[in-house]
Structure formats: C-alpha cells, structure tokens
C-alpha cells in the first residue's frame, strides 16, 4: 500500500528556531506538493516540483521558506527563522503528471508545527 | 483565476439519515479536474474521488454518491445511511490540467449515534 510519508508528525519549537520538514513521495510520483493548512486560510499551496524542478512557489513567503528536492524521493520545506504564525499543519502531496494532465494527489498525513 | 465554494461550514445528522454536501466551483478552463477529500479527526487527507470536465456520468460508491452537474458548475456529494465514522471535514477541491488543487473552505460533518 503505497503512501506518501512525513517526518516529523510534530513539532513544537520556538520562534527564531530554523525547522526542517521532509516528505517522501510515493514511489514513481513525479509532481510533489506542498499545503499548509490553518484556520484561517484553510488549504493553500505553498509550492510544488515536477520531476524535481520548482514550477510554482508563489505560495511562500521566501523571505524565511524554501523548498527543494535534493532526489527523487525526498522533499524538504524549511522555515527559518520560524515565527509563530507559521504554526499550521504542513501536508505534502504526490501525484503523477502525463499526457492527460496531472493526476490525483495523494497526501500525507502532515507536520503538525507549533512555534512558540 | 479558480474557485470553490462549499457553503455549508458545519452539517449535523443522526445515524442513518442521509446527507448531501454541497460543492460549487468557478474555473474559466475547459478541461478540468474535481476532487472530494476526505479529513478525519486524525487529520490526515484521504482521497475519495476524481471526475473529469468532460465526463458527467455519475458516479457510486457504496454509500458515497456524487453528482456532477455542468450547466450548475455544482459537484455534489451524497452519503447515505450515514454512519458514525462518517463524522469528518469533507473537501471539494478544483484543479486545470496540469496544476494544483484549489480547495474549498470544507463542510464539516457531525454523524451523531
């Protein structure tokens, strides 16, 4: 049963702190996506790859995010120095882009952060 | 630019009444893709289905039924017999061909015994 997987499930830390998240995408996935969800905002798109090349990150506040996806099987986000408005839960998702367009995405159960 | 709307934030039921969330999208694109997620209380998104712009044929799946509607830009979702385990935040969410998901404000669903 393949899954798309995300470490860690929590995170408390405090504000200033650089956090690190990972996401391993479903094997044979070429389009990976970052969400964060709030309250407030709800689901939003942060960024996303194909075959591993940023195509969308508008989503992100560069000053203090980036993403990247050192291999095919590993997505990081990092915030730093991290503020407690980033608090959310951050969901990767994995999906498979061809001919017919892109293809369902299947998510991860999340990073729940909590910046103190 | 793309959107979804899904009007009812909260729904309440008793068990085994049948309920139907509600789903409308807004896209200037010709060639689409909806989707219904499924957020239980552990938080996790679980897919439940995909329909194409061009396929209106409706679709069943045990319970869960789904009613995409064109000319009202309306994808609908009906459970019926609802069931305790049913209790979650239900999205509705839009994407082109190609790109990502545009999610709905989700309609949460309370399945009381």
């Known amino acids: 049963d393949a899954r798309v997987t995300q470490t860690p499930r929590h995170k408390v830390t405090e504000m200033g702190q650089e956090v690190t998240m990972r996401c391993q995408p479903i094997l044979g996935h070429n389009t990976v996506f970052w969400y964060r969800q709030t309250m407030m905002q709800g689901l939003e798109l942060l960024a996303y790859?194909?075959?591993?090349?940023?195509?969308?990150d508008s989503g992100m506040p560069k000053d203090r995010f980036s993403a990247e996806m050192p291999d095919a099987t590993l997505a990081t986000l990092k915030i730093q120095p991290s503020e407690p408005r980033d608090s959310a839960v951050y969901f990767c998702?994995?999906?498979?882009?061809?001919?017919?367009?892109?293809?369902?995405?299947?998510f991860g159960p999340g990073t729940r952060l909590l910046v103190l | 630019a793309q959107k979804v709307t899904q009007a009812q934030t909260e729904i309440s039921v008793v068990e085994k009444e049948d309920v139907t969330l509600d789903c409308v999208y807004e896209?200037?694109?010709?060639?689409?893709?909806l989707f219904w997620y499924k957020q239980p209380p552990s938080g996790e998104l679980v897919f439940l289905i995909r329909r194409n712009s061009f396929d209106e044929q409706n679709e069943i799946s045990g319970r869960y039924s789904w009613n995409f509607q064109k000319s009202t830009s309306s994808f609908n979702f009906t459970i019926t017999a609802s069931q305790v385990v049913d209790s979650a935040v239900y999205f509705c969410?839009?994407?082109?061909?190609?790109?990502?998901?545009?999610f709905g404000g989700g309609t949460r669903l309370m399945v009381k015994p």
């Open positions: 969410a839009l994407s082109n061909a190609g790109n990502m998901l545009t």
């Open positions: 790859f194909r075959n591993r090349a940023p195509l969308d």
């Open positions: 998702a994995s999906g498979l882009a061809g001919r017919r367009g892109q293809e369902t995405q299947y």
């Open positions: 896209t200037r694109d010709t060639t689409y893709y």
